[in-house]
């Protein structure tokens, strides 16, 4: 089943003299439960598209079709509201709120959810307790490992039960063998039935993925199993 469609995608930055077209007609469809990598040279296109993906920006044309609805067609609110619902995401540099315990950076995307606070702390304990955190929850990120960092981030995206899972290098700031430990369990999610995306550099990291997407100069050139 079909979980989001790119259709002819362009992105062009600035006007004039100083235009960079970073996507120039982008058709991309993705399955729900596919666990793919997006590789290509620096400058290409990778973080544009997974912007785009993710709802963080917008396309100046094509047509996004996610969970079967036009997201070039959504007014901003209806857009974040969509976003909200569907996709998580997971950075290099993990982006946790470093004066929150883990506990309540797990804890912030269910903050604006209208349901029962004990419903929302029994999901934060199972995703801690599922990531190998739990003895951690009262820390703050500082006083963890960037491998453990990471895993809080992962909770973080998981907890608020998105289907949708974007992932910008996500194991650039680890070392090698954390790095594995991470995308082995990266894969778990997947096989959870969780769409993961993901742009890397790293071959070793893309080749634990289903399928790589190249892309060089704002276009799709390969795609590989
Ligand atoms: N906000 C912006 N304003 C102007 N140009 C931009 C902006 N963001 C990206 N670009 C340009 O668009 C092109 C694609 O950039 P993008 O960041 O998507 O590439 P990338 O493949 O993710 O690169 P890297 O691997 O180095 O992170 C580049 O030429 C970049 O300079």
Do not use: W
């Amino acid at each position: 089943m079909k979980i989001l469609e790119l259709k002819n995608i362009t992105k062009i930055y600035g006007k004039g003299d100083s235009e960079t077209k970073a996507l120039a007609g982008v058709d991309l469809t993705i399955e729900k439960g596919d666990f793919c990598a997006i590789m290509g040279p620096s400058g290409s296109g990778k973080s544009t598209l997974l912007n785009i993906l993710g709802c963080m920006d917008t396309p100046t044309s094509g047509e996004y079709i996610l969970k079967g609805q036009d997201v070039s067609k959504m007014k901003n609110k209806q857009l974040s509201k969509l976003r909200n619902q569907v996709i998580s995401f997971v950075f290099q540099y993990f982006a946790l709120m470093d004066e929150y315990t883990v506990f309540d950076n797990i804890m912030l995307p269910l903050n604006c959810q209208k349901y029962p606070y004990k419903e929302k702390k029994d999901r934060v304990k199972y995703y801690m307790k599922r990531l190998g955190i739990e003895k951690y929850a009262k820390k703050k990120p500082t006083q963890l490992s960037g491998g453990q960092q990471q895993r809080v981030a992962i909770a973080r995206a998981l907890v608020s039960n998105a289907d949708i899972i974007l992932a910008d290098e996500p194991t650039g700031a680890l070392d090698s063998t954390t790095g594995e430990e991470l995308m082995e369990l990266l894969q778990e999610i997947n096989e959870s039935g969780k769409t993961l995306i993901l742009v890397t550099h790293n071959e070793k990291v893309a080749e634990k993925c289903n399928y790589v997407i190249y892309i060089e100069d704002g276009k799709i050139v390969d795609k590989l199993s």
